[in-house]
């Protein structure tokens, strides 16, 4: 029907989606600290397929989005992937506050992206080494209030002044490399 298929075509079943729970476990089960990056409104499955990539190359354990209002792992989210979302698992939040929540109850540090945060060049190395949750808010409205509220500090990352922001898979991976960075300093 018109789509891009590059010669190839295949039918899978629907997409088996973790609980957020069970990405602290597939923490644990490799003996480090969570790291962990929800999505709050991102509805492009690009977007999302490029952080599950990004997810995968820096070392996170996992990506939660929420179930409504937000893109699923869709065909474009599996190919713009690139065969991360094989090795990535992505959990689905009934309500992604209230994930957020437990996940700092389990004792995991929200960071949430925000252009007005700390700049990403002063996040706290202990942060980074330790469990962290980096949450994504959407390029147009950023973190919604609820979630913005609910995160334990914002960063953002410093660009220059003729850029107004980044897209959403791009801050992601931005983010993640800095994290990762600080994680193999310790």
């Known amino acids: 029907n018109g789509g891009v298929h590059q010669g190839l075509a295949l039918q899978v079943p629907a997409y088996s989606y973790a609980d957020p729970l069970d990405l602290l476990e597939i923490a644990a089960e490799a003996g480090e600290p969570p790291l962990i990056v929800a999505l709050d409104g991102i509805t492009d499955p690009r977007n999302l397929g490029a952080i599950v990539r990004s997810a995968a190359a820096f ?13 699923g792992m869709t065909a474009s989210a599996w190919k713009t992937s690139a065969g991360a979302a094989a090795r990535v698992p992505v959990a689905q939040a009934t309500n992604l506050n209230r994930a957020l929540k437990a996940y700092a109850d389990a004792g995991c540090m929200i960071v949430g992206l925000a252009a007005e945060g700390t700049s990403l060049d002063d996040l706290d190395p202990e942060i980074s080494s330790g469990p962290v949750v980096v949450v994504v808010g959407s390029e147009g409205d950023g973190l919604s209030r609820l979630v913005s509220e609910t995160c334990d500090l914002t960063v953002g990352i410093p660009m220059t002044a003729d850029t107004e922001s980044l897209n959403a898979g791009v801050a992601a991976g931005v983010t993640l490399y800095a994290v990762s960075l600080a994680r193999r300093a310790v």
């Open 59 to 71: 070392g996170a354990h996992g990506v939660v989005v929420p179930e409504r209002r937000a893109a």
